[in-house]
Structures are given as C-alpha cells and as structure tokens.
C-alpha cells in the first residue's frame, strides 16, 4: 500500500514515515517545509535503509496536489500537515484558519476526484478542553477550547465526519494526541521547533545543553499534588506505532450499514463514535499523568544532569490536569505505549545534545 503522509518532513509525521516503512507501506511525504526541514527525510532514509518520494507542494496549492495523485497512487492519507502554535493562533486566526481548514478541504476534495476516501486526521487532547472526567475516555465530551488552533481541530474532527455522514465510503481516522515527546533512538530525529520553544520538554533540553538559562515553571499553586500542571507525555515513536495500528484498522474495516443514520443522530464529541462505522476516535496516551517537577526530575535522572528552574505566574488557558484513558486503543488497535518518561527524557536530550541547532548544524 502507498500512504500519503501530509506534514511528513514535521516532528510526528518523520518517526511516522519510519515505522510506516519498517512496517512495509511505500511512503509519498507533502510538506511545504513551513516548519520542517528536507534533511529529516533523508535521515529517515538513512534510519529505515528504504527509500520515500517527497513532493514540497502546499496542501492549498490544488493542482500541485492533483499532480501528486496523478503521479502516484494513494491508498490512503495519514494527515499531519497543519500549523501548531498554540499561543501565534490568538494573534493569527485567519491564517491558523485558512492554512488548517482550507488545507484539509483541498485535501479531501482532491481526495474525493481521486477516488481515495481513508484519511487518518491528526487531532489533539486539546478538543477535551478543561475536562469533565479524568482519566478523559473518547466518550467525554468536548469542552470549551482555548485557542484558534484547537478550535481547528474541532471544526476538522466535525468536517471529517460531516464527509463520512454524506458518503459512508469513507473511512475516517480521529487520532487525539497527548503530550508527544521524546525522538527516536537514533539521536538522527526528533523535534526541532523554529525559535524559543513554546512546550515543556523541547524547553527543557534546550536549557539541558545550555541554550537558554533556566525554565520557568508556569503556575505551583494548582490542585495537584506539587501544584503543578499533569500530563499525559507520551513518546513520540509509541504514537507513530499508534499511526500504523490505526491505519492498519481502518484500511481492514468495511463500513456498517446504518452508518449513515447513526451519524446523524448523534453529535460528534458528546459519543463515543465507534458506532459508526467509518469514523473512529482513539486516544493516544499512556493513561498515565506526570507534573512538571515530575518531568523535571526524570530528565534530570535519566541524564545526570541539572535543571535549573523558577516559578513563574500561571500561563493563560492552561488546564490543572489531562491525562487519557488509554484502554480503546488498547482494546481495539491492540496498541500500548511502551516507553517511560525516562525513556523519553533520554531520548529528547540525546536529539538535542547531537543536534544543538536541530537540522540546520
Ligand atoms: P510539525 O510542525 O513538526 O509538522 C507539521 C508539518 O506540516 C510541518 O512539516 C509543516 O511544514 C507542514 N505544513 C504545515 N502547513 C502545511 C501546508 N499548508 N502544506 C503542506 N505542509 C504544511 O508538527 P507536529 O508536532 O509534527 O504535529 C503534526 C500534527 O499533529 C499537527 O497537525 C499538529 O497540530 C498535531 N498535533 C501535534 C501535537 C504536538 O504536541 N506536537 C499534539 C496534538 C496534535
Ligand atoms: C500544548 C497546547 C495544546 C497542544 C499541545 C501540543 C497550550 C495551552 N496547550 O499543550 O493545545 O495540543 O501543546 O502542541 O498551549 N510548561 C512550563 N514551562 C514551559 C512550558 C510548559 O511550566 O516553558 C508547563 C505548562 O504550563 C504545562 C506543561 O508544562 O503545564 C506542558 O506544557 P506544553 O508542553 O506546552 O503542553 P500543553 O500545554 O499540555
């Protein structure tokens, strides 16, 4: 089978393509490169000894994309391509907006002219808002989202749906992240975000090799037992193996007969969708929450090495805790997270340490 990995050349979409190609599926990568770098490509190649076809094309620019599945034959498309700036998103709607929507609706319909109809969407924990249960099932139902970013993933998880409520033929793949972390063990990927980072962990290696002073802690007075923020950190190379499983099960499913009734009657994010059919909501996390101090320290243990750090006031639209109830996918997908956090920590430093300036040193 060949997969079109949208957004592939990013942090997510790069240990993708190398499971995707450990696992035998031909592998046709778009990326614009608006935050990514050509290199990660080739050290997935360099990572997997098997070759992928890259195609830098916009996801709007239509007759680039036409082009794409003219020249090459897709059997589905895993989704990545999107902007993720949470905080830019308040200053720069209409371009989180236009980039995140209108790409994905050019996606689908060119899509559509070609006849492909299994899409694997990159959605986020974040569609759960401040959370009304916690350990968060796929059942709990959507909260008030905080950004314009998050707010595109909500709006996307509903237009995805929408497409398969009007055709059952598709097979649509809702893959709600937590906290990805972590580069594969290689030290040759991993995560190399444009300018001060704006996650915990990228900032905190970062600060490990000396780039920047200390980390700011944002907030100590939460309910929680350090009164830090908990989350769900989850290895980034457990969520790509997440990818395969769940394309594995999309691409092996039919949908059911009345699927197109059950969508209708029920409202994506107040139900457990795996009712319908075509559409399927999973969520990647290891079901387990870590604070900051708890990542703190297992950074520190796992590298022999000091943090310094200092409190700071509470970041706006920040929630006390998220952590995922893990068990559909493991259930259904037969997909477990495997690494700890101080795999993770191991492995982020190990990027960072080798890469101090990521692709471009
Ligand atoms: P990333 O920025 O590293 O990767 C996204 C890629 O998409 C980049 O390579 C970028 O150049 C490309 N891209 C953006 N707009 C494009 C367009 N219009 N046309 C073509 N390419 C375009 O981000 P990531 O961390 O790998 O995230 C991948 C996906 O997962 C995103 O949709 C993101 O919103 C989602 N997600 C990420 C996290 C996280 O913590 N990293 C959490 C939840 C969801
Ligand atoms: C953030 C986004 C979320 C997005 C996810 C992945 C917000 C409010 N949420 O999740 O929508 O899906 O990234 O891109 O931006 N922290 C510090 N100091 C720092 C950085 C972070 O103390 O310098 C704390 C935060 O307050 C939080 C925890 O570390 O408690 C994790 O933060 P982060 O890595 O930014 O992820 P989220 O906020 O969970």
New binding site residues.
């Given amino acids: 089978m060949r997969i079109l990995v949208?957004?592939?050349?990013?942090?997510?979409?790069?240990h993708t393509c190398v499971e995707l190609l450990g696992a035998g599926y031909r592998v046709v990568v778009?990326?614009?490169?608006?935050?990514?770098n050509e290199e990660s490509l080739r050290r997935v190649q360099e990572i997997t000894g098997k070759g992928l076809t890259f195609v830098k094309?916009?996801?709007?620019d239509r007759a680039a994309l036409d082009a794409l599945f003219y020249e090459h034959p897709i059997d589905a498309v895993i989704?990545?391509?999107?902007?993720?700036a949470v905080g830019e998103s308040v200053y720069k709607p209409l371009e989180y907006y236009h980039?995140?929507i209108t790409?994905t609706l050019a996606l689908c319909d060119v899509m559509r002219s070609h006849g492909v109809k299994s899409i694997v969407f990159?959605?986020?924990?974040?569609v759960y808002g401040d959370p009304a249960q916690i350990p968060i099932t796929e059942g709990c139902p959507k909260g008030e989202i905080m950004s314009p970013?998050g707010r595109t993933?909500g709006m996307l998880e509903q237009i995805l749906t929408d497409l398969h409520t009007a055709d059952p033929g598709w097979q649509v793949m809702l893959l709600?992240?937590?906290?990805?972390i972590g580069a594969h063990i290689s030290g040759r990927i991993g995560?190399?975000p444009k300018g001060i980072p704006n996650?915990l962990v990228p900032y905190v290696s970062q600060v490990a090799v000396g780039k920047l002073e200390k980390l700011g802690i944002f907030g100590h007075d939460y309910p929680t037992p350090d009164g830090t923020c908990i989350r769900d950190y989850i290895h980034v190379v457990d969520l790509a193996v997440g990818h395969v499983k769940a394309l594995g099960k999309m691409m092996g499913a039919v949908p059911k007969a009345g699927a197109v009734a059950d969508s209708i009657k029920g409202g994506i994010g107040t139900s457990d969708r795996d009712a319908v059919g075509g559409v399927w909501v999973y969520n990647l996390g290891t079901g387990v929450g870590y604070s900051v101090l708890d990542v703190i320290h297992a950074y520190e243990t796992a590298n022999n090495i000091k943090i310094p750090y200092e409190f700071k006031p509470r970041r706006a639209g920040d929630v006390p805790v998220c952590y995922s109830d893990a068990t559909k996918a493991r259930d259904e997908l037969g997909w477990v997270a495997t690494h700890t956090l101080e795999d993770m920590c191991r492995d982020s430093y190990r990027w960072q340490s080798a890469n101090p300036r990521g692709y471009e040193g």
């Fill in positions: 949208t957004g592939g050349a990013g942090y997510i979409g790069s778009v990326d614009n490169l608006a935050n990514s094309a916009d996801l709007l989704h990545f391509a999107g902007l993720k980039n995140n790409g990159s959605s986020s924990a974040t970013y993933k709600r992240y937590f906290n990805p995560e190399d996650n």
